[in-house]
């Protein structure tokens, strides 16, 4: 669970994002909470250097479409990231697990199989309470995060020989 301030960056660790091209799949499913999550990430990416003709947004019906929709915008769209944007609140059914594990596996499988990071940026909360929280409420905004992430991948995407800290 979320403690601290998603929406907390520092523009000087981050770099620059004008050259890059992004992608946004959004799904339509809990709109009050989805729409919050793609304004922060599309402010950050614009923050950040990224411009309006260098950003891309798909809707799609619902977070487990989000994996089809990134597909197809890999397939279709010359980008540097992509960020999956859903929400998945809990029920009383086996239905939100279900959801959950296939939009968390297909995420993988893209960043596995294409050159594109996928960022995941579905919140899968307990209550409504806490998806409003991290999309904009108390905790910040979790889009704000995924575009850091976005920015960040694209420039590990576009470098010639990824650089390690570790010595690798």
């Known amino acids: 669970m979320a403690t601290t301030n998603l929406s907390y960056y520092d ?4 770099p620059n994002a004008k050259s890059f091209r992004f992608g946004i799949v959004v799904s339509e499913w809990n709109p009050e909470i ?5 304004k922060g990430a599309i402010e950050t990416l614009l923050d950040c250097g ?12 619902g977070s487990f479409e989000l994996v089809y ?9 010359k980008l540097d990231a992509i ?6 609140i809990q029920g009383e059914t086996k239905h939100f697990d279900f959801v959950c594990e296939g939009v968390t596996q297909g995420i993988v499988d893209l960043n596995i199989k294409y050159d594109v990071p996928v960022i995941f940026c579905v919140l899968t909360d307990n209550t409504k309470q806490q998806s409003i929280d991290r999309s904009g409420g108390k905790l910040g905004n979790k889009g704000i995060e995924c ?5 960040k991948m694209a420039a590990i995407k576009n470098q010639e020989r990824p650089s390690s800290s570790l010595g690798f």
């Open 69 to 77: 929709g990134c597909k197809r915008m890999i397939e279709t769209q």
């Open 147 to 151: 575009a850091v992430a976005a920015i």
């Open 83 to 88: 960020i999956a944007i859903g929400n998945v």
């Open 34 to 38: 989805t729409k919050n999550l793609h």
């Open 50 to 61: 990224a411009t309006e003709e260098n950003i891309v947004s798909w809707d799609v019906p």
């Open 11 to 14: 523009k000087a660790t981050i």
